[in-house]
């Protein structure tokens, strides 16, 4: 009879569980660094090779037994935080433990993560584990367990460990965003330390991470209590760190535009030996080109939704940092670029602003980011020291604007002053975002920009601002026009007074101040930018009636009734007002009656002349001779160059919004594995 290959092992003394020896399997498949009396390269620096490899089947158990909470705590109690902290899974186990749906986040996740009796020690000992490691690139062990010959070794990995840590405080913070967990990042103060990693970058485009947490945190619940990241944004002054992070941003702001471009090349193709022979009708003796059918880029874009990637959430802390801090507005526009050939990196701002407004219409996340960068315009525009400099030829530049779709304003490859470039963006915006269900806030926005330009054009006097201002006329006419045709159809909106304010607000401020800023006549003879406004006007004249009829008739419910009041221009001497109806009804009043003083002048040359018809150079020489007859009632125009200054909490909605979008995209960084 064969032996039974089967041995018998020896009865253990004490039974272990099976979780418990899944534990202990689990743990030590991981090669911590820096346990005591050992060093060893972190986690993150070794190949995927070193790693013991878990099976599927091991992964199937280890989720259907039941947890054993004890066994689990007293292997992890012999672990420092530090320990913890630099386990590659860390990041991707917060991220799949906060990305659930639970009933009451805030103490569900706490009693996930630690214990609803532990919570204050372990994560103050997390914070102030992830503050050492982004300061330092060393654990809080380093000191003890390493001497100073193998510290200067490892001291050239900090750059990537640094950067796993800001990873980790992502992930917590971006999960954790609608929980009390992330208050414990702002009792341990992470600014300085993001402020050293970000000075002591050697690649700036790698400002990322850091800003995109700087930018998380600014904004945790900002309008529920005074966020000390905002005190440390205004009192910041380092140059040299600021400098970094402007190179940084206009970096990030150049990739993500390129992402665009890559969808759709929008650049005109230049004269070529092919190009030159069709247009002069020699089209056969061109070179023959291959016959493989290339597609159509129209159709491309339009089957993207959204190609923005996350790093468009990196929009967020930049207008943080520009609402606090005046010093890092200045830099921003006046920091050159670092090459001759390349763009400075508020040209690259506003050339990503441009792309993601062209396309606003898109998506939410696409108007949201679009609207916060209106936002970041509005306060530049505002400041009575960073405007002028937007109009000063000393900082002139060339911006790449999209030209993605039709109509596009006129190439002007040859540098410019930075507002020509902001008036393109607001120009293309209101142009290519017109739809039924209009976006208002995206359009009060764009208008208010308007408005805060031309109003300083006004103020400051003396200065003729070259700018093809016949298409703006055009746009701001046709926005007028699609508000009165769709007046019906619009929705009573809390912002859409605002936008019918500010759209008249800078048609009257045309009308009343244009000539002190806008082109003379030409010397062949062209039409003035001012003379062009009113023949505009006297075109669309029954749409001024037409839009006053559709918002300030009584029976209108878009806008509040409002009182009609006599024409406020004049032939004669202005006079002071009589009526106390509303700015926007003597606005709108003011226009209409701007438009009949120039059809009369008309009426009365066509009867001079006894004919129907008149040439447009006649019609020229007869808007001319209006103008100088016109008289601009004052009282009509009180406050027409006056608007509001930006105040974050007269737009919390919005700026939540933008915010819940940012956090959407840093949890996307995080599943990414960073970018």
Known sequence: MEPSPLTQQDRPSVFQPKIDSLYEQLLSSVKLPLRPNKISFL?????????????????????????????????????????????????????????????????????????LDEVDDVFLDF???????????????????????????????????????????????AGAYQTSLVSYFTHRDLFPCLMKYIHDLDTPVHIFEPFLLLGLLANYNKFEFRNPYRSRLEDFVDGATIQQIIRGFGARCSQSRDKYVAIQEDIQEGWTLSS?????????????????????????????????????????????????????????????????????????FLSLTSYILHHAHRSSRASLYGLINLTTLRILTEDPTLCPKLFSPALSTSVRLCRQRAPSLPSTPSPRPLAAAILDIVTDTLTHNLRRRLDIPLYTASTGILH????????????????????????????????????????????LPALVDALLATLCLTVAAGGVFLPDNDADDKEAAH????????????????????????????????????????????????????SATRRIDTLIATTAHFERLLDEERKGKQQQQLSPKE?????????????????????????????????????????????EDARRVVRKGGL
């Open 43 to 115: 986690i993150e620096m070794q190949d995927e090779e070193d790693q013991i490899p878990l099976s599927d089947g091991f992964w199937q158990e280890f989720f259907l037994l039941r947890p054993d909470k004890s066994s689990l705590q007293r292997r992890l109690d012999s672990f420092s935080a530090d320990d913890l902290l630099h386990i590659q899974t860390l990041t991707v186990f917060l991220d799949i433990v906060l990305a659930k749906r639970y009933t009451n986040p805030s103490s569900e996740i706490i009693t996930v993560l630690a214990g």
């Open 127 to 173: 914070a102030n584990a992830v503050e050492v490691v982004i300061r330092t690139g060393r654990s809080g062990m380093f000191e003890e367990h390493v001497t100073s010959k193998a510290a200067g070794c490892i001291d050239s990995f900090a750059g990537p460990i640094r950067r796993k840590a800001v990873e980790v405080a992502i992930a917590l913070t």
């Open 276 to 348: 030159t022979l069709k247009y002069i009708g020699l089209g056969v003796l061109a070179p023959s080109r291959s016959s493989t059918p290339t597609p159509n880029p129209p159709s491309r874009i339009e089957d993207t939704k959204d190609p923005f990637d996350t790093s468009a959430a990196i929009l967020l802390p930049a207008y943080d940092f520009i609402n606090a801090n005046k010093l890092y507005c200045l830099n921003l526009i006046t920091h050159p670029a670092d090459t001759p050939k390349s763009e400075t990196p508020f040209s690259a």
């Open 452 to 495: 805060r330009l031309l109003a300083h054009l006004a103020a400051t006097g003396g200065t003729r601002f070259p700018y093809h201002w016949p298409l703006l006329w055009q746009t701001l006419l046709s926005l007028l026009r699609f508000l009165a045709t769709y007046s019906g159809s619009l929705a009573p909106d809390p912002d």
């Open 531 to 582: 003379d062009d406004l009113f023949y505009k006007l006297v075109e669309s004249a029954h749409v001024l009636r037409k839009f006053k009829t559709g918002f300030f008739s009584p029976s209108s419910s878009l806008l509040p009734p409002r009182a009609a009041v006599p024409p406020t221009i004049t032939t004669t001497p202005s006079y002071p007002p009589t009526n106390d109806s509303s």
């Open 619 to 663: 019609v020229a020489r007869v808007i001319r001779k209006g103008v100088e007859s016109l008289r601009v009632d004052e009282g009509s125009m009180e406050g027409v160059e006056r608007w509001g200054r930006w105040r974050e909490v007269e737009e919390k909605g919005m700026l939540k919004k933008v915010g819940r979008k940012a956090v």
